[in-house]
């Protein structure tokens, strides 16, 4: 019997009975503690869970159906009877709790805020209500800004005489709302950019790409129907990803990489009936990567800069490979070329007036976009040297809060 018991399955399996009770204890001494903590404890967790919770909501920006949402949990943080909010011309957006016959009033006062840029206060002895049973003693309307102008208002109705303390509350929340107003404008203002940006690239690739692709395709409309043929096809398939609807939502400001490199292969068999045997591509993609999530239009510019302004300068043409490897939380892509290749100075000069001059806009449209979505410090990366070709480096995270198709 002791021989049994003091067998190392025995021994071990004790211990892990051991260790589990020290887990169930830990956890229950750590639940007690979030359950018994001070209030102000639990007031400040209580608070930032429903700060947390209106955020999402405000940061869509000032619609009706996202202050429909938010409000529920602005009203709880400021524990009036009603909440109200308007926008920049004193119409309502939104209402939240009972008393909405109090509309005049709450009117009346974003109003005046609106002209005044200041708190107004409205106390019972001056609000004129028929309703016997209402409860409403007080009415706080405060401005909320973006960029210094007031875009909207927010009304708190008080069961009580709006004092001191309801003052100093409503006009954080407002500051509070005002801030989650600039980041959705901020937003915007990002993503519009970010459409121009894309129009821009697609204004740059027509003029060169589409005349040269249709020149092309013409000459082989009488020596080679069937080739031409195919080559319509490519270029209508080609031109329907390009000059696809970005979206108001910037949705279609990103696609994966397997749809980029199927629109890459496109614009290859478009040049290679061009150049002919002057132009040699080689792909190598890792099938792990090609979900990844990247600006829309973002390698297209890059191969087709290699054509450009490596290879079609170069009589006996060359070669351009294209790679994408796994590397941990990112994805490597490379476009190498053995093309003519530029003075480095030269084209860093080139890319910091890109938008003046036109040189080389395709890079910096891309180099601007990948900033603008990973950070700087997913910029492009370029290797080059007269004589010596040219090699870019993209490197793409696999996960980025707000990148997705």
Not at 27 to 43: C, H, P
Request: proline share 4%.
């Amino acid at each position: 019997m002791d021989d049994v018991l003091g067998s190392p399955i025995v021994l071990g399996l004790a211990g892990l009975v051991l260790v589990l009770g020290a887990l169930v204890v830990v956890f229950f001494l750590r639940y007690q503690r979030l359950a018994t903590g001070t209030d102000l404890e639990k007031n400040t967790f209580s608070t930032l869970h429903t700060v947390a919770l209106a955020a999402p909501a405000l940061r869509q920006g000032l619609t009706p159906d996202s202050v429909r949402v938010a409000l529920p949990f602005l009203r709880q943080l400021l524990e009036t009877k009603a909440l109200a909010m308007t926008d920049g011309s004193a119409r309502p957006l939104a209402w939240d709790g009972d008393s909405d016959h109090h509309l005049p009033d709450v009117q009346s006062l974003a109003d005046e805020v609106i002209t005044t840029g200041r708190q107004q206060v409205k106390s019972h002895s001056s609000l004129e209500c028929r309703y016997s049973g209402c409860e409403v003693r007080g009415v706080v309307v405060v401005p909320l800004e973006s960029d210094g102008k007031i875009i909207a208002t927010l009304a708190a109705l008080s069961t009580s005489t709006a004092g001191p303390s309801l003052l100093r509350a409503a006009a954080e929340v407002g500051r509070y709302v005002s801030s989650q107003l600039e980041l959705a404008e901020l937003d915007e203002s990002r993503a519009r950019l970010n459409r121009a940006e894309v129009l821009a690239l697609r204004a740059q690739i027509s003029p060169h790409f589409i005349y040269n692709a249709l020149t092309t395709i013409a000459s082989f409309c009488r020596t080679d129907p069937q080739r031409a043929r195919e080559l319509v096809l490519s270029f209508a398939d080609f031109t329907r990803y390009s000059f696809r609807d970005a979206g108001a939502d910037g949705g279609g400001l990103y696609t994966t990489l397997k749809d980029e490199l199927a629109n890459i292969e496109r614009y290859i068999e478009l040049e290679k009936a061009r150049f002919s045997d002057r132009l040699n591509i080689k792909l190598q993609i890792a099938p792990e990567v090609l979900s990844v999530v990247l600006p829309f239009l973002a390698l297209q510019p890059l191969v087709e800069n290699a054509v450009r302004h490596g290879l079609a300068g170069k009589p006996s043409g060359g070669r351009i490979n294209i790679t994408a490897e796994n590397a941990g939380s990112e994805c490597v892509i490379v476009v190498e070329d053995n093309g003519v290749g530029m003075d480095p100075d030269r084209l860093k000069e080139d890319l910091a007036d890109a938008h003046l001059s036109g040189a080389h806009v395709g890079l910096g449209n891309v180099d601007d976009r990948m900033r603008a979505a990973f950070g700087d410090d997913f910029g492009l990366a370029v290797e080059t040297n007269i004589g010596e070709g040219m090699r870019i480096t993209l490197r793409v995270p696999k996960f980025k809060l707000n990148v997705h198709v």
